[in-house]
Nanobody
Framework: QVQLVESGGDLVQAGGSLRLSCVASGRIFSSNTMGWRRQGPGKQRELVAT???????YYTNSVKGRFTISRDNAKNTVYLQMNNLKPEDTAVYYC?????????WGQGTQVTVSS
């Protein structure tokens, strides 16, 4: 089993910054791809960013240039630095781990951006 625990969500004004953290435990290795998804009010869950074991990253268009995903394999932790936040970034953010072609998610952390 894989356990993921997110933290760092908060209420922030537009233009502000937050850093989300996700600590992974269980049957997870540094070779696994990690990522973040989010689900806004009345919206489907969408992929925000991913990072491979080698450090290759992917960002959805709406966050490019504002969000940065990173990982610390020694700590089994993945981060999402979010800058210049916008009200449309308001969502529950979920950490995702892909292990043996199966995806695992944490409980999520709420990010609310006020205008």
């Amino acid at each position: 089993q894989v356990q993921l625990v997110e933290s760092g969500g908060d209420l922030v004004q537009a233009g502000g910054s937050l850093r989300l953290s996700c600590v992974a435990s269980g049957r997870i290795f540094s070779s696994n791809t990690m990522g973040w998804r989010r689900q806004g009010p009345g919206k489907q869950r969408e992929l925000v960013a991913t990072i491979t074991s080698g450090g290759s990253t992917y960002y959805t268009n709406s966050v490019k240039g504002r969000f940065t995903i990173s990982r610390d394999n020694a700590k089994n932790t993945v981060y999402l630095q979010m800058n210049n936040l916008k009200p449309e970034d308001t969502a529950v953010y979920y950490c995702e781990a892909v292990v043996a072609l199966r995806s695992y998610w944490g409980q999520g952390t709420q990010v609310t951006v006020s205008s």
